[in-house]
């Protein structure tokens, strides 16, 4: 079956929060918990996020920060935010 621009994202993701944990990305799933699942702190969880927002060129406010805790969530928060940058870039009227 052909990868989608999602898979992709979701892989991206993978391997950064892979780099961060220290563990392997077969290891985490989409529902994989950052601090129940992974022991991520605070402060790598930032480091998680602030990671995302550079290799996709995004930007995630502070106050969704805690509520952000699984792969799911990230790659969805990314998706948005990646489809959000393309309708400014290229002048879309859908909101």
Do not use: H, W
Not at 67 to 88: D, H, W, Y
């Amino acid at each position: 079956m052909a990868r989608t621009p999602t898979d992709n994202l979701i892989e991206e993701v993978k391997l950064i929060i892979a780099e961060v944990a220290e563990c392997k990305p077969k290891e985490i799933g989409l529902d994989t918990n950052f601090y129940k699942d992974l022991g991520i702190d605070s402060i790598k969880a930032v480091e998680i996020l602030v990671a995302i927002e550079k290799k996709f060129s995004v930007s995630i406010r502070d106050e969704q920060i805690g509520e952000i805790t699984t792969v799911r969530q990230i790659a969805n928060l990314a998706t948005r935010l990646l489809a959000k940058t393309k309708r400014r870039k290229y002048g879309s009227s859908k909101k």
